[in-house]
């Protein structure tokens, strides 16, 4: 045990050295919570929607002054009213408006006699947020312009309630647990087997082959650095974030807790899979071309960012032997729905089993020689 917490300690210390490097660490992660956060968890707003009313009589009226509602209040879009439909198109195709709303001549008439009346919406798809946003809005624009002034309201009329289990959720508590792996992510990319790489290339590894230590020791001490780093990470992600998010009650005890135990064995199952990575690798600059495809092909998959009953099959299969998978959704139910361990034991026993097997697969396969 003392040949592992020698060094361990001298990893600590080496990393206690360099401030810039822990600053970097801890804080960059909880920028990227803030920006991402923000970027993409709020709602369209401000769209350019160009009006093309070629009808003019009281039932287009009635519709361009809900399109001017909706621009004073949900504030979707604004509107611009044009009186050439090719100089609206034109100013479309440049990227002056979103989209652009065609009220046809005869429109009126068609509405008073009931001869399927329609209007155009013509938009600029090469962006699909804008373009859903959009759509969604003057779907339902049209929606209110075809409700009766006055319904009759049958009392066996079926309707839809519909009940949120928990408080409304912003994007960037979304996010959060997404941050966290990616905090614990970065850690590890600077500790655990990346340290002994950089020994090698340094020929510092040499101390250790003149001692009694062994393979497991070697291996245990430089993970357990650098999973005491990566919890430090995540830690301080968790609790700064949770505060910056407005996670609610995020210092209960219970919860924080059981937060800070996924935090542990996420941390230990990352730093080992990187060990087991880096096992063989000689190269230190090999390890920081690698940081980037390993964080395409692990966080992205994970769910960190958006749902993965959205992905496509092969990338669902990725997710599912993907160790940050489970890291996300054990955070995403502890910080989000403030469930117990009974909600997360797969997501637990998943990540125990994988530390296990690539610590002995590690141990196996790591070479005590020059």
């Given at each position: 045990?003392?040949?592992?917490?020698?060094?361990?300690?001298?990893?600590?210390?080496?990393?206690?050295?360099?401030?810039?490097?822990?600053?970097?660490?801890?804080?960059?992660?909880?920028?990227?919570?803030?920006?991402?956060?923000?970027?993409?968890?709020?709602?369209?707003?401000?769209?350019?929607?160009?009006?093309?009313?070629?009808?003019?009589?009281?039932?287009?009226?009635?519709?361009?002054?809900?399109?001017?509602?909706?621009?004073?209040?949900?504030?979707?879009?604004?509107?611009?009213?044009?009186?050439?439909?090719?100089?609206?198109?034109?100013?479309?195709?440049?990227?002056?408006?979103?989209?652009?709303?065609?009220?046809?001549?005869?429109?009126?008439?068609?509405?008073?006699?009931?001869?399927?009346?329609?209007?155009?919406?013509?938009?600029?798809?090469?962006?699909?947020?804008?373009?859903?946003?959009?759509?969604?809005?003057?779907?339902?624009?049209?929606?209110?312009?075809?409700?009766?002034?006055?319904?009759?309201?049958?009392?066996?009329?079926?309707?839809?309630?519909?009940?949120?289990?928990?408080?409304?959720?912003?994007?960037?508590?979304?996010?959060?647990?997404?941050?966290?792996?990616?905090?614990?992510?970065?850690?590890?990319?600077?500790?655990?087997?990346?340290?002994?790489?950089?020994?090698?290339?340094?020929?510092?590894?040499?101390?250790?082959?003149?001692?009694?230590?062994?393979?497991?020791?070697?291996?245990?001490?430089?993970?357990?650095?650098?999973?005491?780093?990566?919890?430090?990470?995540?830690?301080?992600?968790?609790?700064?974030?949770?505060?910056?998010?407005?996670?609610?009650?995020?210092?209960?005890?219970?919860?924080?807790?059981?937060?800070?135990?996924?935090?542990?064995?996420?941390?230990?199952?990352?730093?080992?899979?990187?060990?087991?990575?880096?096992?063989?690798?000689?190269?230190?600059?090999?390890?920081?071309?690698?940081?980037?495809?390993?964080?395409?092909?692990?966080?992205?998959?994970?769910?960190?960012?958006?749902?993965?009953?959205?992905?496509?099959?092969?990338?669902?299969?990725?997710?599912?032997?993907?160790?940050?998978?489970?890291?996300?959704?054990?955070?995403?139910?502890?910080?989000?729905?403030?469930?117990?361990?009974?909600?997360?034991?797969?997501?637990?026993?998943?990540?125990i089993v994988f530390t296990v097997v690539a610590m002995t697969a590690a141990t196996f396969l790591?070479?005590?020689?020059?």
């Amino acid at each position: 045990m003392h040949r592992m917490l020698a060094i361990l300690e001298r990893d600590i210390r080496r990393f206690r050295r360099s401030p810039a490097l822990i600053v970097m660490s801890l804080v960059m992660p909880i920028f990227q919570l803030v920006v991402l956060g923000y970027a993409f968890g709020g709602q369209v707003k401000n769209l350019k929607l160009g009006v093309v009313n070629q009808d003019h009589r009281l039932p287009s009226v009635k519709l361009r002054e809900l399109c001017q509602a909706v621009a004073a209040n949900a504030k979707t879009f604004e509107t611009i009213d044009y009186s050439d439909a090719g100089e609206a198109l034109a100013d479309l195709r440049n990227g002056r408006i979103n989209g652009v709303l065609t009220i046809p001549a005869g429109f009126s008439q068609r509405v008073i006699d009931r001869n399927g009346p329609q209007v155009a919406l013509i938009e600029d798809n090469t962006d699909g947020f804008r373009a859903s946003a959009m759509v969604g809005s003057v779907t339902g624009l049209m929606a209110a312009y075809n409700q009766p002034a006055l319904k009759m309201h049958l009392a066996g009329e079926p309707s839809l309630e519909v009940v949120e289990v928990y408080p409304y959720v912003p994007y960037v508590q979304y996010l959060l647990p997404g941050s966290a792996v990616m905090s614990i992510f970065m850690m590890v990319m600077i500790g655990g087997g990346i340290i002994f790489i950089d020994d090698k290339a340094r020929g510092l590894h040499e101390g250790y082959l003149v001692t009694p230590i062994t393979k497991l020791e070697l291996i245990t001490g430089f993970n357990l650095a650098g999973t005491l780093k990566a919890v430090l990470a995540g830690g301080v992600l968790v609790t700064v974030g949770a505060v910056i998010a407005g996670i609610p009650n995020p210092f209960e005890p219970m919860r924080l807790f059981r937060v800070f135990v996924v935090i542990i064995i996420a941390s230990l199952a990352l730093v080992s899979m990187m060990f087991l990575l880096m096992v063989r690798v000689s190269d230190p600059l090999l390890p920081r071309a690698m940081f980037g495809i390993l964080n395409t092909f692990l966080f992205y998959p994970s769910g960190a960012v958006y749902p993965p009953e959205a992905f496509p099959g092969w990338m669902q299969a990725i997710a599912k032997v993907d160790p940050m998978t489970y890291i996300v959704h054990a955070l995403k139910n502890l910080m989000l729905k403030n469930t117990t361990f009974s909600a997360i034991t797969f997501d637990l026993a998943f990540l125990i089993v994988f530390t296990v097997v690539a610590m002995t697969a590690a141990t196996f396969l790591f070479k005590r020689t020059l």
